[in-house]
T-cell receptor
Framework: GAGVSQSPSNKVTEKGKDVELRCDPI?????LYWYRQSLGQGLEFLIY????????KSGLPSDRFSAERTGGSVSTLTIQRTQQEDSAVYLC??????????????FGDGTRLSIL | AQSVAQPEDQVNVAEGNPLTVKCTYS??????LFWYVQYPNRGLQFLLK??????LVKGSYGFEAEFNKSQTSFHLKKPSALVSDSALYFC??????????????FGKGTKLSVIP
């Protein structure tokens, strides 16, 4: 079956521009996560959506970062006024309903963002 | 706060030899522990998890991991390495209870190279 789909797979943009990254989770998965993976670093948690609950935005590094999840499915991560330090791979993951903390997350292949 | 340490940035092993990738963790309560693998330009794939019960957990592709509470470790092992095992391996921890129980904390990853 279809996995987590992310688009675009690669994005190159100039410093100062806004970018939108898209995540289409596995159908029926209610939990959705965004992570950032920088070179030589582990995965940094950014934001978490669970059903209709208010998202946990505690991992967003600055107010230039925001995310939405429409209709409980597709999510968009927006970075405004991009900076070179925003260059990274942005990974999305989802997990099924009734999810307890013991459920593994299913990851997309990520969007590789390069800021010139 | 929870944290994960993977003390080795890189592990090299000859094909056919046993491999170990180390992981230690810190949580305030009891942990859920995970191993993920990442191949180049791909997202993370779930390998195995420790929830409760038997300290030796078996997972995908012949991997296993041993939970050691006294040493707060969860090392990944495989009896006989394959060249195709070469990838980046991430250990992750989640607390069983509390507001952050849905949030995975990842280590920085260990690059495994299996030499033919």
């Amino acid at each position: 079956g279809a996995g987590v789909s992310q688009s675009p797979s690669n994005k190159v943009t100039e410093k100062g521009k806004d970018v939108e990254l898209r995540c289409d989770p596995i159908s029926g998965h209610t939990a959705l996560y965004w992570y950032r993976q920088s070179l030589g670093q582990g995965l940094e948690f950014l934001i978490y959506f669970q059903g209709n609950s208010a998202p946990d935005k505690s991992g967003l590094p600055s107010d230039r970062f925001s995310a939405e999840r429409t209709g409980g499915s597709v999510s968009t991560l927006t970075i405004q006024r991009t900076q070179q330090e925003d260059s990274a791979v942005y990974l999305c993951a989802s997990s099924p309903p009734g999810t307890g903390p013991n459920q593994p997350q299913h990851f997309g292949d990520g969007t590789r963002l390069s800021i010139l | 706060a929870q944290s994960v340490a993977q003390p080795e940035d890189q592990v090299n092993v000859a094909e056919g030899n046993p491999l170990t990738v180390k992981c230690t963790y810190s949580v305030s309560g009891n942990p859920y522990l995970f191993w993920y693998v990442q191949y180049p330009n791909r997202g993370l794939q779930f390998l195995l998890k420790y929830i409760t019960g038997d300290n030796l957990v078996k997972g995908s592709y012949g991997f296993e991991a041993e939970f050691n509470k006294s040493q707060t470790s969860f090392h990944l092992k495989k009896p006989s390495a394959l060249v195709s095992d070469s990838a980046l391996y991430f250990c992750a921890v989640r607390e069983r209870q509390g507001a952050g129980s849905y949030q995975l904390t990842f280590g920085k990853g260990t690059k495994l190279s299996v030499i033919p």
